[in-house]
């Protein structure tokens, strides 16, 4: 509620606010040091994220259940707090600096109130989602592997694009960068947040020449450009809720569009082979 109040997207600092406006110990261990509530802090925060965050906080929710199975305790906030201090986002330890609150002192009190030993090891936790991938942000160009961009911006200036008829051919001409971009990646041994940005980046590269040239079968707002086909399956599942004798059906309209697409796409890779001969190497 508080993220969505500041016009932002949820982040492991706003359940640190939710926990410090609840009724708990967790809330008393939070207390402003000098009036300045932990809520100030947040929105007076200069350089803030607005963007969602759930890559950092779903792992910080699973690490509370995880420390409250390994101690055989229901879930409380407290538990919450103690994973939140753990994951330690430089955000979090930001507002806790600003409040005047010591993040151990605040983790020794937390314990305190689950009746665990002062000497809990921190909760694990895995690792974060690859850039680009969730919502985490994709790495910036300028941080990408050079060698892998350069033969992706060559191939943004030689995409087919008098091969674009329709949209079909479009989300074709995506699938074949994507598929471009995996194997040069594994050619070059890239970890996944090279991976992931490199392909987020250079989609939106492609969909903004494709929009630029051709509007008329750009991918609106560079999402997928069959609305229509699920419109189309909407309507056919309400049919098979009035009529359940049709519902042996259920799940053939996506297998032959998943085969339509296939198809389309291997014979679009076909149609462009010379547009991309000439392709440079790693």
Request: proline share 6%; charged share 25%; hydrophobic share 45%.
């Amino acid at each position: 509620m508080f993220a969505a109040e500041t016009g932002s997207g949820c982040r492991p600092v706003h359940f640190l606010i939710g926990i410090a406006e609840s009724e708990s110990p967790a809330a008393t261990a939070l207390a402003p040091v000098d009036g300045r509530s932990l809520q100030a802090v947040v929105v007076g925060m200069a350089g803030t994220s607005r963007a969602p965050a759930s890559y950092l906080h779903m792992p910080a929710q699973r690490g509370a259940r995880s420390l409250a199975a390994s101690r055989g305790q229901q879930v409380r906030v407290e538990h919450l707090l103690i994973a939140l201090l753990d994951q330690g986002t430089p955000e979090v330890l930001d507002a806790l600096s600003q409040a005047g609150l010591d993040r151990a002192t605040v983790r020794q009190a937390a314990l305190a109130a689950l009746n665990l030993p002062a000497g809990q090891p921190a909760i694990r936790f895995e690792p974060v989602a690859a850039a680009g991938t969730l919502d985490r942000p994709a790495l910036p160009v300028a941080e990408l592997d050079p060698r892998a961009w350069a033969v992706l911006r060559w191939r943004q200036d030689h995409l087919p694009i008098g091969q674009l008829h329709r949209r079909w051919d479009t989300d074709a001409l995506i699938h074949l960068e994507r598929d471009a971009t995996w194997r040069l990646s594994d050619r070059l041994g890239l970890d996944d947040d090279q991976r992931f940005s490199l392909m987020r980046q250079h989609e939106a590269a492609v969909d903004e020449t494709v929009t630029r040239a051709r509007a008329d079968v750009a991918r609106p707002g560079g999402g997928t450009a069959h609305a229509e086909l699920r419109a189309l399956a909407f309507r056919r599942m309400r049919r098979r809720r009035r009529f359940p004798l049709l519902r042996f059906t259920i799940g053939w309209g996506t297998w032959l569009s998943n085969r339509r697409v296939q198809i389309w796409d291997r014979w679009f890779r076909l149609r462009t082979l010379d547009a991309y001969r000439g392709t440079p190497q790693p």
